[in-house]
């Protein structure tokens, strides 16, 4: 299938599904009027009652503080807590041993080996072939000529890297690992789930992990990402907008429950001088209703958890995915001492979507096999007509700090007297 295929031609109900009525709504700066406390101190229309500028100030400090949300502690009685995503991606966690034979080609010289073994040619040939890309010149030139032909539509040679399907598969290796983190999406128990490793739990879903964990640029650990993972969000801080996640007391819900909103904001992550994200800085959210979910979780014991939602989508990034598209969606974090919250969302993703960034990116190793691996370890969402599934399922590492969170168009200002005329 040709990439503009996988990337273009979704129309709105497949990238951004719709949601609850309370799911769009905006976020709007507060009128003067709708607050008893200001409203003796500003007239109808905003302007003041004969009041001096200190007691101006004081009435837009009040308005203020009603349109930014800040990171209260819920132990100390507040109701909302805000937070920037401060790292998100996928979680690979793997182990010695667990993939048997080693891991995949990591460079150049192996992937090519490989591609030319998967286009028919002998172990003689490929080594002799080999031999001659490794002098340069000529024998360089004739193994780019045959890897040119490595995806041919209607006899033709075509980009193997728009065009993966006309690609032979490179029967890149599988994870043939036990344990691994992740949730149950599905509820069912099958021969490729996994026991969490944090948890102990049965019944993982995690083939993204599986299909990819072999190529050594996505291997990673709980402690230490991956090098993919750490390189691709090195690169998204800073050229897209941040997460924000709020956390809000449920009304007249059950002990724990709160109302949990993850959106983005019109704002890009600030960091400090050594690259780290900074903690308590402010971020405006956007209102755009195509990157807002809401739902209902439970806060114990420092733990927050989502069960099982049908749906999260938010616009993200083409270096990684332009949208991230989850479907029975989960969540779980622990918060530390700090304030800090660190743990793993996860859900069945569109894995063609996932190849339009690996597609375009040389540190993914051999891009056409990762099209065959996630093709083949898919588990969700089949095609009506041929059965092939397109989703596969994932987790991602999810880690956010406090941080203080003001509403569309509101400005945060610093209240000063004005100077004695003389």
């Given at each position: 299938?040709?990439?503009?295929?996988?990337?273009?031609?979704?129309?709105?109900?497949?990238?951004?599904?719709?949601?609850?009525?309370?799911?769009?709504?905006?976020?709007?700066?507060?009128?003067?009027?709708?607050?008893?406390?200001?409203?003796?101190?500003?007239?109808?229309?905003?302007?003041?009652?004969?009041?001096?500028?200190?007691?101006?100030?004081?009435?837009?400090?009040?308005?203020?503080?009603?349109?930014?949300?800040?990171?209260?502690?819920?132990?100390?009685?507040?109701?909302?807590?805000?937070?920037?995503?401060?790292?998100?991606?996928?979680?690979?966690?793997?182990n010695p041993g667990d993939?048997?034979?080693?891991?995949?080609?990591?460079?150049?010289?192996?992937?090519?080996?490989?591609?030319?073994?998967?286009?028919?040619?002998?172990?003689?040939?490929?080594?002799?072939?080999?031999?001659?890309?490794?002098?340069?010149?000529?024998?360089?030139?004739?193994?780019?000529?045959?890897?040119?032909?490595?995806?041919?539509?209607?006899?033709?040679?075509?980009?193997?890297?728009?065009?993966?399907?006309?690609?032979?598969?490179?029967?890149?290796?599988?994870?043939?690992?036990?344990?691994?983190?992740?949730?149950?999406?599905?509820?069912?128990?099958?021969?490729?789930?996994?026991?969490?490793?944090?948890?102990?739990?049965?019944?993982?879903?995690?083939?993204?992990?599986?299909?990819?964990?072999?190529?050594?640029?996505?291997?990673?650990?709980?402690?230490?990402?991956?090098?993919?993972?750490?390189?691709?969000?090195?690169?998204?801080?800073?050229?897209?907008?941040?997460?924000?996640?709020?956390?809000?007391?449920?009304?007249?819900?059950?002990?724990?429950?709160?109302?949990?909103?993850?959106?983005?904001?019109?704002?890009?992550?600030?960091?400090?001088?050594?690259?780290?994200?900074?903690?308590?800085?402010?971020?405006?959210?956007?209102?755009?209703?195509?990157?807002?979910?809401?739902?209902?979780?439970?806060?114990?014991?420092?733990?927050?958890?989502?069960?099982?939602?049908?749906?999260?989508?938010?616009?993200?990034?083409?270096?990684?995915?332009?949208?991230?598209?989850?479907?029975?969606?989960?969540?779980?974090l622990k918060q530390d001492?700090?304030?800090?919250?660190?743990?793993?969302?996860?859900?069945?993703?569109?894995?063609?979507?996932?190849?339009?960034?690996?597609?375009?990116?040389?540190?993914?190793?051999?891009?056409?096999?990762?099209?065959?691996?996630?093709?083949?370890?898919?588990?969700?969402?089949?095609?009506?007509?041929?059965?092939?599934?397109?989703?596969?399922?994932?987790?991602?590492?999810?880690?956010?700090?406090?941080?203080?969170?003001?509403?569309?168009?509101?400005?945060?200002?610093?209240?000063?007297r004005e100077r004695p005329?003389?």
């Open positions: 299938m040709p990439l503009s295929e996988i990337t273009h031609g979704y129309d709105a109900s497949r990238l951004f599904h719709s949601r609850r009525k309370a799911s769009r709504r905006s976020l709007v700066p507060v009128p003067w009027s709708a607050i008893p406390e200001v409203a003796g101190v500003w007239g109808r229309n905003g302007g003041s009652r004969g009041r001096t500028s200190l007691q101006r100030g004081a009435a837009l400090g009040m308005v203020l503080s009603l349109l930014v949300v800040s990171p209260t502690s819920f132990a100390a009685g507040g109701q909302t807590r805000t937070f920037v995503v401060s790292f998100l991606a996928q979680q690979f966690t793997n993939c048997p034979g080693g891991v995949n080609p990591e460079d150049e010289r192996g992937q090519i080996a490989v591609a030319l073994r998967t286009m028919g040619h002998s172990s003689a040939e490929v080594r002799r072939l080999m031999a001659g890309w490794d002098q340069g010149g000529d024998g360089e030139r004739k193994v780019n000529e045959i890897l040119e032909r490595r995806a041919l539509i209607n006899g033709e040679p075509v980009n193997p890297m728009t065009h993966p399907e006309a690609v032979p598969d490179p029967q890149l290796k599988f994870v043939e690992a036990k344990q691994t983190v992740g949730f149950d999406l599905d509820g069912k128990p099958s021969a490729d789930d996994f026991v969490d490793l944090l948890t102990g739990k049965p019944g993982i879903d995690n083939q993204l992990f599986r299909a990819l964990g072999c190529n050594q640029n996505f291997r990673g650990t709980w402690t230490s990402p991956s090098a993919y993972g750490e390189w691709v969000w090195v690169q998204l801080r800073d050229s897209q907008p941040a997460w924000l996640m709020t956390i809000t007391d449920a009304p007249a819900g059950k002990p724990g429950e709160v109302i949990v909103r993850i959106q983005r904001s019109l704002d890009h992550l600030r960091s400090n001088m050594d690259g780290s994200p900074r903690w308590h800085a402010t971020y405006r959210a956007d209102p755009d209703p195509r990157s807002i979910n809401e739902y209902r979780g439970y806060l114990r014991d420092g733990e927050l958890t989502i069960s099982r939602q049908p749906r999260f989508s938010i616009l993200w990034n083409g270096l990684s995915a332009p949208v991230l598209n989850l479907s029975q969606f989960q969540l779980r001492a700090r304030g800090q919250w660190d743990g793993l969302i996860g859900g069945f993703q569109p894995w063609r979507e996932l190849y339009f960034a690996f597609s375009h990116n040389g540190i993914v190793g051999d891009r056409p096999g990762l099209w065959h691996a996630m093709k083949k370890a898919a588990d969700a969402e089949p095609d009506p007509t041929t059965g092939q599934n397109l989703a596969i399922s994932a987790a991602y590492r999810f880690t956010a700090i406090p941080a203080f969170v003001t509403a569309p168009g509101s400005q945060v200002r610093t209240a000063m005329k003389s």
